[in-house]
């Protein structure tokens, strides 16, 4: 007995049209990985003392100094800058526990820096350069990566580039 869709069945090669998949999915399964132009995050980019952008280059960015003051040298030419410093006391729970979070914590900075870009209380920056010691980027990096603000604001630019692959 003959279905009386049977006539109309797709052939062999497959249902043409608009499917319920996405067909163009981005490779990139990393929550912070910045994923270009279409991307509306700000693109985030972590760099050491010593591979500091030009002045020239900083025009359109602001810097985040991470457990360092910068020198003249160093906060010249930004849009923005902030200083961090990480809290002393050693964290005995997860990063997001309660009673260990530091109210002043870096993702909140960001938050602010944010924030700040968006009333017009600072420049508006194009990107934000993260300035710490390199064996700092990692740890920075696992502790934005598991705070949902600072995800759903920045983007980590140059994973590849610093010390930031897996």
């Known amino acids: 007995m003959k279905q009386e869709n049977e006539e109309n069945t797709p052939a062999s090669g497959g249902i043409k049209g608009t499917t319920l998949f996405q067909s163009n999915a981005v490779l990139s399964t990393d929550a912070l990985a910045w994923r270009g132009a279409s991307d509306t995050r ?4 972590f760099v050491t003392p010593q591979t500091l952008p030009l002045p020239a280059a900083r025009t359109q960015s602001a810097a985040l100094f991470i457990n360092m003051a910068p020198v003249p040298a160093m906060a010249q030419g930004w849009l923005a ?18 009673c260990c979070v530091n109210p002043a914590g870096v993702g909140r900075v960001l938050a602010s820096l944010a924030q700040e870009r968006a009333r017009g209380v600072c420049e508006f920056f194009t990107n934000l350069y993260v300035v710490c010691a390199a064996s700092l980027m990692e740890d920075v990096r696992k502790t934005l990566e598991k705070d949902n603000i600072s995800n ?15």
């Open 81 to 98: 800058v902030k200083e961090w410093h990480t809290p002393t006391q050693s964290v005995a729970h997860e990063p997001a526990c309660v």
């Open 152 to 166: 759903s604001l920045y983007g980590i630019k140059n994973k590849k580039n610093n010390l930031l692959c897996y």
């Open 42 to 45: 700000i693109p985030l980019v």
